[in-house]
């Protein structure tokens, strides 16, 4: 059984940083590609970024690029979103998600965690 699970989101102010954790169990993490996605109030989950399985390649939105940055631990089956100078529109609940690199659409998904960001 596959579980993503995802940690570290809270609350905190304009300009702060925070970085969110997600936990794998139950495929081989390390041929997977590890993606982010986030849904705020009213909107659409919309991505976030991904990283290929074998870790040398990201990709990003426009929106976060050069504020956030996902990395892995394969070691640890886990994937992280290093998320800096924050603003309120990254506000909503972040998600983690995995995908074989020969499919398009991501697989499995994580329950999300939270992040508020206030002004």
């Known amino acids: 059984q596959v579980q993503l699970v995802e940690s570290g989101g809270g609350l905190v102010q304009a300009g702060d940083s925070l970085r969110l954790s997600c936990a794998a169990s139950g495929l081989p993490f390390s041929q997977y590609d590890m993606g982010w996605f986030r849904q705020a109030p009213g909107k659409e989950r919309e991505f976030v970024g991904r990283?290929?399985?074998?870790?040398?390649?990201?990709f990003y939105a426009d929106s976060v690029k050069g504020r956030f940055t996902i990395s892995r631990d394969n070691a640890k089956n886990t994937v992280y979103l290093q998320m800096n100078s924050l603003k309120p529109e990254d506000t909503g609940v972040y998600y983690c998600?995995?995908?074989?690199?020969?499919?398009?659409?991501?697989?499995?998904w994580g329950q999300g965690t939270q992040v508020t960001v206030s002004a």
């Open positions: 990283l290929r399985w074998s870790g040398g390649s990201t």
């Open positions: 998600a995995a995908k074989r690199d020969y499919v398009v659409q991501f697989s499995y």
